[in-house]
């Protein structure tokens, strides 16, 4: 019996009426999965999700309820269901959202492939152009980035993966280290012909922008990276775990241009290439480009010149606050020197 074998957990904060709504689908009479084990992570929601998940306690005694007494992150209550999902005791576990549509239609497909002990199931298909792209790693990686994408064998979260997604909680992918790890190591990811899950945010009543920030709770105050975190700072934060380099550089081909991020590569230049201007920002520059692929790298050094020098500090040329930051034109030139590294460039139309 499928009970026996899938453990569901759904993770949520201040959104009642899409939880109703998701609990209504999952529980339905035509769910293959009313029977399982449902365990609800609320992030101390304060808008009256809570009373209402009690609510549905009372008529159905497989949901189980745990209220975080305190708001710990978007990010750290996915990392808690896929540890909890892990060590549930069941072979499978599947980590579900609280604004997401579903068609248990296809469901036989995700039986057979339990029974055939894949070690992932991957429940969406918005992001692969064809049935052919739904084996390449890189489009199972872009895809399973989306949380309920994935079903997965309990057995494959280890203490290492499970360490790697805590550390990836503040570049918004935590979720990803799973995929990636069954990606080293050559295990099967089965994508499914017809989709079970669809993404909330691709219907008219997705929820509002105001709730869509991986730093809701925390309003008062953050660290810079958390403010400063961009989709694509993250996602290429997280592929440095890839080993394979050609997968990693593919990923950024895939994910780039694709609707819902860059839509095209002349946005992405324009938009990274103002990271490169600001000094505040290069750093984080740096980070997306060198997960490039190679072209893209091209790109970037036709357009800048870049030059840099390790710190050299003569009192007697630069002054101390200079050597700390400065700005100067020299001739076609710009050059920044910040805590002694010298850099040069020179920007062309993009």
């Known amino acids: 019996m499928l009970q026996n074998d899938l453990s569901l957990l759904l993770i949520t904060?201040?959104?009642?009426?899409?939880?109703?709504?998701?609990?209504?689908?999952?529980?339905?009479?035509?769910?293959?999965?009313?029977?399982?084990?449902?365990?609800?992570?609320?992030?101390?929601s304060t808008d009256g999700t809570s009373e209402m998940i009690?609510?549905?306690i009372t008529t159905h005694p497989n949901i189980?309820?745990?209220?975080?007494?305190?708001?710990?992150?978007?990010n750290a209550n996915i990392c808690r269901a896929f540890e909890m999902g892990a060590c549930s005791g069941k072979a499978y576990f599947w980590v579900l959202c609280d604004d997401d549509k579903y068609d248990f239609s296809n469901w036989a497909e995700v039986t057979k492939a339990m029974e055939a002990q894949k070690d992932i199931i991957c429940c969406a298909d918005y992001i692969f152009p064809s049935a052919q792209d739904k084996t390449d790693p890189a489009y199972q990686i872009f895809q399973l980035t989306f949380v309920p994408a994935g079903i997965y064998k309990s057995s494959l979260l280890t203490g290492d993966t499970l360490i790697n997604m805590y550390d990836a909680i503040s570049v918004m992918f935590p979720q990803s280290c799973v995929a990636i790890q069954a990606i080293n190591?050559?295990?099967?990811?089965?994508?499914?012909?017809?989709?079970?899950?669809?993404n909330g945010l691709h219907f008219p009543d997705k929820v509002d922008s105001a709730s869509l920030s991986y730093k809701r709770g925390n309003?008062?105050?953050?660290?810079?990276?958390?403010?400063?975190?961009?989709?694509?700072?993250?996602?290429?934060?997280?592929?440095?775990?890839?080993?394979?380099?050609?997968?990693?550089?593919?990923?950024?081909?895939?994910?780039?241009?694709?609707?819902?991020?860059?839509?095209?590569?002349?946005?992405?230049?324009?938009?990274?290439?103002?990271?490169?201007l600001n000094p505040t920002d290069f750093n984080y520059f740096l980070e997306i480009y060198k997960m490039l692929p190679s072209t893209a790298r091209?790109?970037?050094k036709s357009n800048f010149s870049l030059k840099i020098k390790p710190p050299k500090f003569d009192s007697g040329k630069l002054h101390l606050s200079e050597y700390v930051f400065s700005v100067r034109n020299e001739g076609r030139h710009k050059v920044l020197r910040i805590l002694g590294i010298k850099i040069t460039f020179r920007r062309k139309k993009i």
């Open 54 to 56: 009690e609510q549905f």
């Open 185 to 198: 190591t050559h295990k099967t990811i089965h994508a499914l012909s017809k989709p079970i899950v669809f």
């Open 64 to 74: 189980r309820h745990i209220r975080h007494p305190l708001n710990i992150g978007g």
């Open 13 to 44: 904060y201040n959104r009642r009426q899409k939880l109703q709504e998701t609990l209504n689908a999952i529980l339905s009479n035509n769910s293959p999965v009313k029977n399982c084990s449902i365990t609800i992570l609320d992030n101390c």
């Open 219 to 276: 309003e008062s105050w953050r660290m810079d990276r958390i403010d400063n975190m961009r989709w694509i700072l993250g996602f290429s934060n997280i592929l440095s775990l890839v080993k394979d380099k050609t997968i990693q550089e593919k990923c950024m081909a895939v994910a780039i241009p694709y609707k819902d991020i860059y839509g095209n590569w002349e946005n992405f230049y324009n938009c990274v290439g103002n990271l490169y």
């Open 298 to 300: 091209s790109r970037f």
